[in-house]
């Protein structure tokens, strides 16, 4: 272990530690902590009943699929408006009029159109997902280099030809920046669903938990919860340097 | 603005009309049942009565008082934390990785914690409020301190200057960008949660609205709620923007 690393862990550690002592010593009853030793046991628990891996499915499967489905649309319009400046120019208003519109507040009107369950969650966190990648797509595709369109135009490539072999690779590390920074919404918009009203994965867990009065498992779920965020932030970061490298950074930091 | 830019406005507007008129059309046809979709004629009309009979005000009143007092909390927290670790490498080196480490957690899972220690209160919303909007913010400030040109604290200190001096004149000014931008972020974060919080603790807002407008199918009135969801997130980006404009004006000017 390197020093820099053994400082990082440090703080943490230290908390974790006075925390479990403090616990222990004034022997801790409470409805919204708990020692991180008794978190441990509960996460090893939820574990072995398999109930936080059944949570866990429902929770990626929907934030995926919700994903999935962002993608294509903010990926097609996405690339169109770019394209074609006209298009771009005429939905400027029903794009900016809609886009503010906060994921959440869709909630009510997809569950009384469809109702708790899979899809009224997957419809949110595609909503979500939209945007991001249209705007940064759209910003990709104008961006590319000029060259290489009129490369297109003199080798006569038909549209779909044109928009397959020349703009999406010039634009893909930049649309996978995108895509990496929806995913996290991905993931949290999914959450929050769960815990505002859906009963399902792993935010109906840590209320049921929270309302079960069993702080110990309510924070063990959200540990979890935050691994399973932190996982996925580093794995997505780790493709993207194996795949782009460099090439991702220019569009990085927009 | 010249003439083909108000065309072009002009344009898109027009376009964004017939929409509406699709819509319209849609909900006239009933091809998706009126329970689900009211038309824009009775979406505005709901948005009026609302208004009218001052319901609307007092939901949209109580959710702008969420997420302002949220976010303003979240605003001071972050900037004097964010100050504190990012003007101090020692810090940095210590508790910044920690930050990041914790920064992907979906913030909304904080709201079950929060709801155990605090109940379904007022208190819980403020908390859950700004505890999601202070990452943006305090993240940005460690950055933006971090990022200061390192000649400026050499002139510091040849002036002697107080640590505390060190921020308020350097630092701080020269990190505003930073620290604006993850305002404004955090300004869709507080209104993003403040309808969650209203939803689960029944606080009065336009969470609250929706959430019983569609329990009693009155499809008019969640739309005109949704509505008014949009205006307010727009409303208020638009507005940061100018006051980032407003305040960063020095530095455009200095460049």
Redesign the interface.
Known sequence: MTA??A??????LAVLATFELWARATHLQS??LAPPSDIVVALFGAFADLSILAATRDTLFSAFAGLAIGTIIGLAFGIAFGISDTLN??????V???R??????????A???LGFGYRMEIVIVAFACVWPILILSRAAVRSIEPRLMEVARALRLPPAQRVWKIIIPAALPRIFVAFRLSA?IA??VA??VE???NPLG??AG??L??QALR?DL??A??VW??AI??A??VLLVVAQNRLFGRAALSGADR | MNRAAILWRVASFAVAASFVGLWQLIANLKLVSPVFLPGPDRAWAALVRGFSSGDLWSKLAGTLEHMAYGWLLASIAGIAIGAIIGSSRTMRTYVAPSLEFLRPLPVSAIIPVAIAMLGLTQAMALFVISFGAIWPIMLATIHGFAAVEPRLYEVARSLQMSRLAVIFKIALPSASPDILAGMRLSLTVALILSVVCEILAGLDGLGHWVLLSARAFRSADLFAGVILLGVTGYVTSVAMSLAEHKLLAWQAAQR
């Open positions: 820099g690393s400082k990082a862990l440090a703080l943490p409805d919204s120019r005429l939905m400027e208003v029903t900016e009029a809609i503010p519109i906060p994921s959440i507040a869709l909630l009510p009107i569950l009384i159109a996290g993931l949290i959450v929050t815990i505002a009203i792993l935010g840590i209320m938990a929270q702080p309510m924070l779920y959200l919860i935050g965020g932190y996925l932030n």
